[in-house]
């Protein structure tokens, strides 16, 4: 059993809340948090997430107090515990008393307490105290009530993920001899002959601390590789402690959407329920475009089952060089978005906004001005509305296009800098892949490499710099049975030691593409170089590749300009009953757009005539009703074409043949469950928020 099954989320609604510092605060405001909570359906909250040192003021002495006494409000105000494990920072004592648990940075340098995350992931010191509050916290309370979920640390990683000091070279060099064995296995494996690299002691590896020139790719990797593995052994440590001393509990850890720096499969596995804390910054407006891909990897890191945003922003964060705040609407849209893409909750960081420290400005539910706030007004009413969506609660999102997310590849292709071009950019290469496919209208779910894809139509896979001979094989399987598989530049290149694929990239996948890369050919950002794609030239400023292709492949776009020019850029080939393409280049969005139309004709899917970026449908079904999200994430209003007789769940009226949306209008339209969700276009008009927008 899934254990994510084993321990469901005992809440009988849609969550709503946020995290909760009654610490913070004087007790006598905790009644008036209560009632204000009440009145604005809060159902949920998370604490204590950084109470360590109020909770145990002296090593081995611990104030449970005030804890109990607001645990036991709560519970009696109906309000459901995510109870936080409070280990997201150590108490300074502890800190004090072992100061070789302090992190460190790649210069040698330590880093002080004065903020958060002050540890060192590897430090044996941290685990223990970490497995010992766990216990504490779960023995306390893992009878209580109320609490309906754990949530263990806070965003690992957020401050760091890295750290260079002694204890973790010691953790390193273990984690290789697990890895590889010998120092021969490891020597062979980091291609050591290259600029005289030959270790003859485990005890000569440190961790890649600054060196005079480009350190060993494969060691920077490996060390990527080891960082995320390293919070998980920490994040481990806690779920086996809460499952054994609560079995029914599902645990957490809230991630941190398209987050670098951990590979979330792996954390994803490791817990009982995905947890998001998604921030889409209120001054770039298509933000929402990339939440939509966020929130396709946090429901495809458990197979399209539900996940919970779990922070967001009521208004404005505290933490960009300008913090913008959302305008009356925003937060409503941005919201239910999550909805849409799969969550059963909308969770704010957090619920009364501070006096003081480093998060005072940042917007909360309750405002400074309290009751009155304009955030307090509009999450109140948010509050509310969410009780007429409940029926979506449980079900999944329909998509038919599939992403594939894979962190080696992410680490491989920007840890180092001895790369082809510095322009490469994993992350804003699968951004933009999304980018035109939300465009288009399909909502992407984010998948591994290796599968599986069999819900799928159409499979991307923006980049897959690493790639091995079992994802070729899924990759190929898929095609075979009919599948539309799409790969971006500079894939299959290296093996997972970043050795070349003998005879190049693209490697393993080279039978299913049908090509060969003789050379990448990367551009310094010209703005002149274009390719043609049926009979449309479109840019292509940084990047390029000589490929030559087999008989059976057929070249559906060429380069037009510069030392390429005439040459193959875009490829297709059929694959048993599917195609697989290749597309060679770095397109921008009106590029990918006129691809993967092409693709998704080729698949028999739908595609948007009319594009808006401000504009989005989500399906979420149940085993007989289909609940199609409409959403304007923009000022204008959309004229949209919708299902005849639909009943809309929010304003409980049946629809017509067409709806307007007005700024930040949603719609959730419920209809009976069809074989294919939904497809909403905008009605054909003219339209002043094209693509260029989304540039
Ligand atoms: C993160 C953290 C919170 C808070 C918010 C502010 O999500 O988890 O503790 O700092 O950022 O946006």
């Known amino acids: 059993m899934t254990p994510d099954l084993a321990r469901p989320l005992r809440l009988e609604s849609l969550a709503y809340g946020g995290d909760y510092n009654p610490d913070q605060w004087s007790e ?88 958060r995350q002050t540890y060192c992931p590897s430090s044996p010191v941290w685990r223990e105290n970490v497995a010992r509050m766990t216990r504490a916290m779960a023995e306390r309370y893992g009878d209580h009530p109320g609490v309906v979920l754990w949530h263990i640390s806070n965003e690992y990683g957020d401050h760091t993920s890295r750290c260079w000091c002694p204890e973790s070279a010691r953790h390193f060099r273990r984690w290789l001899q697990g890895r590889y064995g010998d120092l021969d296995g490891l020597n062979e494996a980091w291609g050591v002959n290259v600029w005289g690299q030959r270790y003859t002691s485990w005890d000569h590896i440190e961790t890649p601390r600054r060196a005079p020139g480009p350190i060993n790719p494969t060691k920077l990797l490996d060390f990527e590789r080891f960082s995320s593995d390293a919070l998980l052994e920490l994040f481990r440590i806690e779920v086996d402690i809460l ?47 990339g939440a939509a891909l966020n929130y396709g990897l946090m429901r495809g890191l458990k197979e399209g089952r539900p996940w919970l945003l779990l922070e967001s ?71 509310l509305e969410l009780r007429r969506l409940e029926e979506v609660r449980g079900t999944r999102v329909r998509s038919r296009v599939a992403l594939v997310v894979d962190w080696d590849s992410w680490w491989g292709s ?198 808006h970026v401000d504009f989005e449908s989500v399906t979420r079904s149940s085993s007989d009703t289909d609940y199609t999200f409409v959403l304007n994430h923009g000022r204008d209003p959309l004229a949209v074409v919708v299902p005849e007789g639909a009943r809309d769940l929010v304003t409980g009226a049946t629809t017509r043949t067409t709806m307007t949306l007005d700024r930040y209008g949603v719609a959730v339209l419920a209809t009976p469950r069809a074989a294919e969700p939904p497809f909403l276009t905008l009605s054909p008009q003219p339209t002043d928020r094209p693509i260029q927008k989304a540039g």
């Open 28 to 115: 006598d405001v905790w009644d008036d948090d209560i009632r204000l909570m009440q009145e604005a359906g809060v159902n949920l909250v998370s604490l204590p997430i950084f109470s360590w040192p109020q909770l145990e003021p002296e090593p081995g002495v611990f104030d449970w107090g005030w804890l109990d006494r607001i645990l036991a409000k709560l519970w009696d105000a109906g309000i459901r515990i995510d109870l936080a494990t409070a280990t997201a920072t150590p108490p300074s004592w502890l800190l004090r008393g072992h100061p070789e648990m302090m992190p460190m940075d790649a210069d040698g340098c330590r880093l002080e307490f004065g903020s």
């Open 243 to 289: 499952h054994e001393v609560t079995p029914g509990i599902p645990v957490t850890t809230n991630f941190m959407s398209m987050f670098r720096d951990l590979d979330y499969w792996d954390f994803a596995a490791a817990e009982d329920i995905v947890t998001d804390d998604a921030y889409p910054d209120p001054a770039d407006p298509i933000a929402h475009v």
């Open 313 to 383: 922003s009521a208004s404005a964060t505290s933490w960009r060089d300008v913090n913008v705040p959302k305008p009356p609407g925003k937060m409503r849209v941005d919201s239910l978005q999550a909805v849409a893409h799969g969550s059963d909750a909308v969770m704010f960081f957090q619920w009364r906004q501070a006096k003081y420290g480093q998060e005072k400005f940042h917007s909360s539910m309750l405002g400074h001005r309290g009751e009155a706030s304009r955030t307090y007004q509009e999450t109140k009413a948010l509050g």
């Open 414 to 611: 920007s840890a180092t800098e001895s790369l082809p071009s510095q322009r490469l950019n994993w992350a804003g290469q699968a951004r933009a892949w999304h980018r035109a496919m939300h465009l288009i209208g399909h909502p992407v779910d984010a998948v591994r490499a290796t599968g599986p894809f069999d819900a799928y139509d159409v499979v991307l896979v923006p980049n897959l710099y690493i790639a091995d001979a079992a994802q070729a094989a899924a990759l190929t399987a898929f095609a075979e049975a009919g599948g539309h598989v799409v790969v971006g530049p500079f894939s299959g290149v290296v093996d997972d030691t970043e050795k070349v694929h003998d005879g190049g990239a693209p490697g393993p996948l080279r039978a299913l593409l049908g090509i060969e890369v003789d050379e990448q050919w990367p551009h310094v950002d010209d703005a002149r170089e274009r390719i043609t794609f049926a009979g449309v030239e479109y840019a292509n400023p940084t990047w390029a590749e000589w490929i030559e292709t087999d008989a059976a492949t057929e070249v559906r776009g060429r380069y037009t300009t510069g030392e390429l020019a005439g040459r193959p850029a875009v490829t297709r080939r059929g694959a048993g009953a599917g195609t697989a393409w290749y597309v060679s280049a770095i397109l921008e969005d009106d590029g990918l757009v006129a691809v993967f139309r092409d693709v998704l004709a080729g698949a028999g899917l739908p595609v948007r005539e009319v594009l």
